[in-house]
């Protein structure tokens, strides 16, 4: 903790959201704790710590004014129309302020999505979190911060400037993912409705709707086959990415049981074992292949493998594809690494799985060889480039894709999300083009036949509905910019350079070094020569790193975990079986290196002043 005192800089950016249309000052809140929230919205780390955060609002509703600074990673997300879709999509329940050229960002020296600012009522910074689970260290600043100011008397209390936009009325609001369920009928995750719809082939007749009061973000839908079905007793599986756990759907009559999850998020980079007392983490979509559910773990950057049996207590799960180190790489399955996956579809001759890998706009695959399960690229470059361009496969890019299905010659169609189109890929000629533009947020894609010809179904989730597309004869060739995310570039000066993540534990925790040290360091970079020593993982919080001679710029992929524990309320020590919380956030920092430059980096993963 530093006793230096810093006023929170102004809140600028293009203009609000959630206010009515009125612009918020931070002196217009002066005598309320202040929560900034710094996150964009393809980001399934900062949906998890927006549903951290509701349990915050509603506790401190009338003395905390939570404020969130969308500060974007994609082009797409820079659209205020956008935006404003992505604020009712996930529920967003307070002042939203538009930072599109990350000026605000800037101006609190945020790194990673998401980051958490704390201001005081007298409008100082008094702390700066980056990364998941901090809300019960949250809780205990906040109440710290109330008693100070209160006894001070520099407490207000009152409504805050949030105002609440109209709710809007369709049959789907935002729906996910489709599946066909074989009478010619289909199934669609209803997300925003927390409902799963069963409709007739009109795309539009409901014949039933599911998971009301049960389901809360329902995305993917994976219809059984038959055999197992019939085995099991339940006819669908769903992944809920808000309760964290699969579901099952018997059409006969509607009984919906749990087949995975606890209802808690994982907070853990691992696991397995019986699927009903292992956490998930927001799993996004479903697949099956060689006899199991292919999970897409997005929150954990993992694919996983669910095993059903006939009693759901005997259900299995286990990791069946990444580290959960964030990125592209590809190779052993155990060993690779995933950026969100959040669309799966299984080749027509059980080959392999294909993959939307969202965060690093890829299209991927994992498949079973004599050594194990391998995972390959076909599209995608890394984390910060994507766009809209079409032509070999090793120079496309893609822009945040979300659904993949497989075309009746091989070929594979690409929900790709924030382009707004429909992409395929040529797995022969290793060649990608663009079957459809100005789709609305398109999430999914299946493939429909039937006695008129085959078509694409496309859900286009901001337009809340499904479309049917017809395949053209002559796929698009489209060549548009090649874009990366724009972030501040920091530099550093060549040789070694000191890495510190500041972790300060909430007051009444402490690190539990009883059994070793609880927190862990990895680091890694773009490119890997740019390091020539102090990559990999190791315990701590500091490491020295050192540049390759011939190194000018690149970027320093560096994730942490820190488990801090409950101790004692009056002796302050750890019981025996104390509770504990995990800390954890990866940082994607760009750097050139000059000389004359800082040699010492610090992140802050839990950083208080005073």
Not at 107 to 120: E, G, H, N
Not at 407 to 425: C, E, K, M, Q, W
Request: proline residues 6%; glycine residues 10%; charged residues 20%.
């Amino acid at each position: 903790m530093t006793n230096l005192r810093v006023r929170a800089p102004e809140l600028t950016g293009r203009g609000w959201l959630n206010t009515g249309g009125d612009q918020v000052r931070l002196a217009d809140l002066r005598g309320k704790v202040v929560v900034l929230d710094f996150w964009t919205f393809c980001c399934v780390n900062c949906l998890h710590v927006l549903d951290e955060l509701r349990p915050l609002e509603a506790e401190f509703a009338d003395q905390l004014v939570l404020i969130g600074v969308h500060s974007p990673k994609f082009e797409h997300e820079a659209d205020p129309v956008a935006l404003e879709q992505a604020v009712e999509r996930y529920a967003v329940h307070h002042p939203v302020l538009d930072d599109p050229a990350l000026t605000t960002w800037g101006a609190y020296t945020a790194r990673a999505w998401p980051t958490l600012v704390v201001i005081d009522p007298e409008g100082y910074v008094v702390g700066q979190f980056s990364g998941e689970g901090h809300a019960h260290g949250l809780t205990v600043l906040v109440r710290e911060l109330l008693e100070e100011h209160r006894a001070k008397g520099t407490l207000r209390t009152g409504d805050g400037p949030y105002v609440p936009p109209e709710p809007p009325a369709t049959a789907l609001r935002f729906p996910g993912k489709l599946a066909a369920v074989g009478d010619g009928s289909y199934l669609v995750s209803d997300t925003a409705h927390h409902q799963v719809v069963h409709l007739e082939d009109d795309l539009e007749t409901e014949r039933a709707r599911y998971g009301g009061g049960i389901f809360d973000s329902p995305h993917g839908v994976l219809v059984l086959p038959s055999d197992v079905a019939q085995r099991v007793g339940y006819d669908v599986l769903v992944a809920d990415t808000v309760r964290h756990q699969i579901f099952s759907i018997r059409l006969s009559d509607g009984q919906i049981r749990v087949q995975a999850g606890t209802g808690e998020q994982l907070r853990e980079r691992s696991g397995g074992g019986a699927a009903l007392r292992q956490p998930l983490s927001t799993p996004w979509d479903l697949a099956w292949w060689i006899d199991r559910a292919v999970i897409a773990m997005a929150g954990t950057h993992q694919l996983w493998a669910l095993h059903l049996a006939e009693d759901p207590n005997d259900n299995s799960v286990a990791v069946l594809a990444g580290t959960s180190q964030e990125g592209l790489r590809d190779g052993d399955a155990y060993d690779a690494w995933l950026a969100q996956p959040s669309g799966l579809a299984t080749a027509a001759d059980g080959s392999k799985v294909w993959i939307a890998d969202s965060e690093t706009s890829a299209l991927r695959s994992i498949s079973l060889t004599d050594s194990g399960f391998r995972l390959d690229s076909e599209i995608g470059k890394g984390l910060f480039d994507f766009g809209h361009v079409d032509g070999p496969a090793a120079e496309a890019l893609l822009q945040h894709p979300l659904g993949v299905t497989e075309l009746p010659d091989g070929s594979v169609a690409i929900a790709d999300t924030y382009n707004g189109a429909i992409r395929r890929f040529d797995p022969h000629a290793h060649e990608v083009s663009t079957l459809a533009t100005g789709l609305g947020e398109p999430s999914d894609v299946l493939v429909e036949t039937d006695a008129d010809g085959t078509r694409l179904l496309v859900v286009e989730s901001t337009a809340h509905r499904i479309t049917r597309v017809a395949i053209p004869a002559a796929a698009a060739r489209v060549s548009g910019a090649a874009l990366r995310t724009q972030r501040p570039v920091t530099e550093v000066a060549p040789g070694d350079l000191q890495l510190t993540v500041d972790f300060v534990p909430p007051t009444g925790q402490k690190l539990d070094k009883r059994y070793g040290d609880p927190t862990q360091l990895t680091v890694s970079a773009s490119p890997e020569g740019l390091l020539r020593a102090g990559a990999g993982a190791a315990q701590g919080l500091t490491r020295t790193l050192a540049f390759a001679q011939d190194a000018t710029e690149g970027v320093l992929h560096i994730s942490v975990r820190a488990a801090a524990c409950d101790g004692d309320p009056v002796t302050g020590e750890l019981p025996e079986h104390a509770a504990c919380h995990v800390y954890q956030q990866d940082w994607g920092i760009p750097i050139r290196l000059v000389d004359g430059a800082e040699s010492e980096l610090i992140l802050g993963l839990r950083a208080e002043h005073s």
